[in-house]
């Protein structure tokens, strides 16, 4: 190796790193075979990559961003080609819940309390059970997001920059899926 | 007035507003019409309380579940290869 990549030992890397990339890929997107891949595809790109490492950050960080970028890849891969889409059905789908007119709730949709309004919120696992059930139904698209925004504290203008999607959309996806949600909860918890 | 009088009126919009407000900062003017909405509309208090709860409870299963990840580990074996190949590539 170079001057410039000294910090870089990549005798070591799967000892050092492998595990921590591998747990990192696990808590976003949920997939081993996916999260094994993508921790190979990390480290081979990142020989390739070798001479560009600077030393500026630690060989982890340097390392993780490269992951990152993966995950993104996948995010935006599994939710391509919906967006145009999304943003129709949202639309339509909306219709369900307000009248086109007016925008009032219509009569089949509005809310009802069903139990989960002035307790703590945190009620066994029959309830997260029907709130996995229901988190399963909602697109990709709002799973990439929500992820994005809760595990790496992204900003709405990076999430949408990162997924190629536009503000717009992304509001009505994540309008719709916390009205679907909701909805389905009612449903399925009285 | 027409624009004010359709939102004020308007459940899509304010339910819009309420998952907007959860994750960034309203205008002075979307914080307005949606505190007039609520006031006078019990159907979206309603909403506004569940999503808050909701909101809550999605959170909580995915720290739990990173958490869960956040001890994931590879197969030795698994390792062993992975380690084999880019020794390979760095001898190429």
């Known amino acids: 190796m170079t001057t410039e990549n000294q910090l870089l030992n990549p005798h070591k890397w799967v000892d050092t790193h492998a595990d921590y990339l591998y747990a990192y890929t696990i808590s976003r997107l949920n997939n081993e075979e996916l999260a094994k891949d993508l921790v190979q ?3 081979l790109a990142a020989l390739q990559r070798a001479s560009q490492f600077e ?3 630690s060989e982890r960080t340097w390392l993780t961003a490269i992951l990152k970028n993966k995950i993104v890849d996948v995010y935006r891969k599994k939710s391509s080609g919906l967006n145009n889409v999304t943003e129709k059905q949202a639309e339509d789908e909306q219709k369900d819940f307000f009248d086109e007119d007016t925008g009032h709730w219509n009569d089949s ?3 009802l309390p069903f139990g989960i309004e002035d307790q703590d919120p945190l ?4 309830f997260n059970h029907i709130l996995q059930l229901c988190m399963q139904k909602l697109p990709t698209l709002w799973m990439s997001v929500f992820t994005m925004k809760h595990m790496d504290d992204a900003t709405t203008e990076l999430i949408c920059t990162e997924l190629r999607v536009s503000q717009a959309n992304f509001w009505v996806i994540i309008h719709r899926a916390k009205l679907s949600l909701r909805a389905c909860l009612q449903k399925n918890w009285i | 007035m027409n624009h004010l009088k359709k939102v004020i009126y308007n ?3 304010a339910t819009l507003l309420i998952e907007k407000r959860q994750i960034t900062k309203l205008s002075f003017r979307e914080s307005v019409e949606l505190r007039i909405h609520l006031a006078g509309c019990s159907m979206c208090k309603l909403y506004n309380k569940q999503s808050h709860v909701i909101s809550t409870m999605v959170l909580q299963l ?3 579940s990173a958490q869960q990840a956040s001890t994931a580990k590879l197969d030795e074996d698994f390792k062993k290869d992975l380690q084999d190949r880019i020794e390979n590539e760095l001898n190429k």
């Open chain 1, 109 to 111: 949709n509005r809310p």
């Open chain 1, 41 to 43: 595809e990390t480290f």
């Open chain 1, 123 to 126: 009620r066994g696992k029959e």
């Open chain 2, 11 to 13: 459940c899509k919009q």
């Open chain 2, 62 to 64: 995915f720290r739990d």
């Open chain 1, 55 to 57: 030393g500026k950050s």
